[in-house]
């Protein structure tokens, strides 16, 4: 009959120890040992008790020592991981590859503890973006996050980890019987963004300015090298939609007589599946209005491609795409990410990604005095709170008349 015992061998920590005796087979005394995080005895004469019901019950399970590494490897094969989207299942494989192996690998999901992870989310906004650890290129002897070429990171890489983080406890909890709690669920995140001043003139959300956008335009319109991008660019900037939604768009998704577009799928590139047709960011297509501005655009770029239908006959590939290569198919995403932040860079605005043309089209219509549930809608976003937690600075502060009134109604 196994018995159960705890020792205190830490300061910090009670290991509880059950001894099942001598094996009969090897002549080896067996033992099962694990450490909780406290010094509180109550607690451990309840983990003891616990554990001695298991035992009387035949439910007990030894503890598993196998690392957070090598349970994230079990992990990733297991069908919870097969069924994700490739875009997911790519960018949880690279937080696990860049960050969370090297960094807490080491540590066994048991003993994994809050403060280990507060440990690794510090770690994160201390080290900022991983570029931050290559050799600088403006001294060599240093590596660039101790250099003026530092890049930071948000809040959202952190939430991103940890919600991996989070996921992963749950399923060795749940699929693999290895856990019996989730030290991850309802932590407090550190904030990169706590310590930056409300009134502080950097916005979480970079936009263009007006004038920005013009000299975008015309800078792209004089430079060759812009040509495959010019009318991406127009197209983006004066409807809001996301890079892959506007790689997906096909001729057959525009309406001409009434200025329209239905968004229904979003184009994705993973290494695990190539390209894929997927359905849009919140799972709902939307039909938006566009101006005729918008429709010359896209005029402009079948004129752009049909030299290439043309030299192509058979060979161009008819996917009905309306942003795509010289030879009809899917352009990968990260190219126009990659040519336009050093395009603006040469330009001289404001570098700023891709992606924030479609943040200076929200900002610049709320600004306008849109309405925000009509920018929300427009944008795709799941609600309404998504578009006012991102973009409510953008929304023009004005003295109405109903509130004037209202004061003059609490003074009676």
Same mark, same amino acid.
């Given at each position: 009959?196994?018995?159960?015992?705890?020792?205190?061998?830490?300061?910090?920590?009670? +290991?509880?120890?059950?001894?099942?005796?001598?094996?009969?087979?090897?002549?080896?005394?067996?033992?099962? +040992?694990?450490?909780?995080?406290?010094?509180?005895?109550?607690?451990?004469?309840?983990?003891?008790?616990?554990?001695?019901?298991?035992?009387?019950?035949?439910?007990?399970?030894?503890?598993?020592?196998?690392?957070?590494?090598?349970?994230?490897?079990?992990?990733?094969?297991?069908?919870?991981?097969?069924?994700?989207?490739?875009? +997911?299942?790519?960018?949880?494989?690279?937080?696990?590859?860049?960050?969370?192996?090297?960094?807490?690998?080491?540590?066994?999901?048991?003993?994994?503890?809050?403060?280990?992870?507060?440990?690794?989310?510090?770690?994160?906004?201390?080290?900022?973006?991983?570029?931050?650890?290559?050799?600088?290129?403006?001294?060599?002897?240093?590596?660039?996050?101790?250099?003026?070429?530092?890049?930071?990171?948000?809040?959202?890489?952190?939430?991103?980890?940890?919600?991996?983080?989070?996921?992963?406890?749950?399923?060795?909890?749940?699929?693999?019987?290895?856990?019996?709690?989730?030290?991850?669920?309802?932590?407090?995140?550190?904030?990169?963004?706590?310590?930056?001043?409300?009134?502080?003139?950097?916005?979480?959300?970079?936009?263009?300015?007006?004038?920005?956008?013009?000299?975008?335009?015309?800078?792209?319109?004089?430079?060759?090298?812009?040509?495959?991008?010019?009318?991406?660019?127009?197209?983006?900037?004066?409807?809001?939609?996301?890079?892959?939604?506007?790689?997906?768009?096909?001729?057959?998704?525009?309406?001409?007589?009434? @200025?329209?577009?239905?968004?229904?799928?979003?184009?994705?590139?993973?290494?695990? @599946?190539?390209?894929?047709?997927?359905?849009?960011?919140?799972?709902?297509?939307?039909?938006?209005?566009?101006?005729?501005?918008?429709?010359?655009?896209?005029?402009?770029?079948?004129?752009?491609?049909?030299?290439?239908?043309?030299?192509?006959?058979?060979?161009?590939?008819?996917?009905?795409?309306?942003?795509?290569?010289?030879?009809?198919?899917?352009?990968?995403?990260? +190219?126009?990410?990659?040519?336009?932040?050093?395009?603006?860079?040469?330009?001289?605005?404001?570098?700023?990604?891709?992606?924030?043309?479609?943040?200076?089209?929200?900002?610049?219509?709320?600004?306008?005095?849109?309405?925000?549930?009509?920018?929300?809608?427009?944008?795709?976003?799941?609600?309404?709170?998504?578009?006012?937690?991102?973009?409510?600075?953008?929304?023009?502060?004005?003295?109405?008349?109903?509130?004037?009134?209202?004061?003059?109604?609490?003074?009676?």
């Amino acid at each position: 009959m196994a018995t159960v015992r705890y020792e205190k061998r830490s300061k910090k920590s009670i +290991t509880m120890i059950i001894d099942h005796g001598i094996d009969p087979v090897d002549q080896k005394r067996k033992k099962d +040992t694990y450490v909780i995080e406290t010094t509180d005895e109550e607690i451990a004469k309840q983990e003891k008790l616990k554990i001695e019901l298991q035992l009387a019950q035949k439910t007990y399970k030894p503890p598993s020592h196998i690392t957070l590494e090598k349970y994230i490897e079990h992990w990733f094969k297991t069908p919870a991981a097969q069924k994700l989207e490739s875009k +997911t299942y790519e960018s949880y494989k690279r937080c696990a590859d860049l960050r969370i192996i090297p960094w807490i690998g080491t540590i066994e999901p048991r003993e994994l503890a809050r403060d280990d992870l507060n440990k690794f989310y510090q770690q994160i906004i201390g080290v900022g973006h991983l570029d931050n650890l290559k050799p600088s290129k403006i001294y060599p002897k240093k590596l660039r996050g101790e250099t003026e070429e530092r890049k930071e990171v948000g809040i959202d890489v952190v939430k991103y980890h940890h919600a991996f983080i989070r996921r992963l406890l749950q399923d060795a909890i749940y699929e693999d019987g290895i856990l019996e709690k989730n030290v991850a669920i309802k932590m407090t995140l550190p904030d990169p963004v706590a310590t930056v001043d409300d009134d502080n003139e950097e916005e979480i959300v970079k936009v263009f300015t007006q004038d920005e956008i013009i000299k975008l335009e015309s800078a792209a319109a004089d430079d060759p090298a812009a040509a495959p991008y010019i009318n991406l660019i127009a197209v983006a900037l004066r409807t809001g939609m996301r890079r892959g939604e506007l790689l997906a768009l096909r001729w057959e998704d525009i309406n001409f007589k009434n @200025n329209t577009i239905w968004v229904r799928r979003a184009l994705v590139h993973t290494k695990l @599946n190539g390209y894929e047709f997927k359905s849009t960011k919140n799972k709902k297509r939307r039909r938006i209005e566009v101006t005729d501005e918008v429709l010359n655009a896209f005029r402009a770029e079948a004129c752009r491609q049909a030299p290439f239908k043309v030299r192509l006959e058979d060979k161009y590939n008819k996917l009905g795409l309306v942003f795509c290569r010289e030879d009809g198919l899917q352009s990968h995403p990260d +190219t126009i990410s990659s040519w336009f932040p050093d395009f603006c860079k040469k330009v001289s605005i404001t570098r700023l990604g891709f992606h924030c043309l479609r943040h200076t089209h929200a900002s610049h219509l709320l600004a306008a005095g849109e309405d925000l549930f009509y920018v929300s809608k427009r944008l795709g976003h799941s609600d309404i709170y998504v578009t006012y937690n991102k973009y409510s600075h953008f929304i023009p502060l004005e003295k109405r008349e109903s509130l004037k009134a209202l004061e003059e109604r609490f003074k009676k």
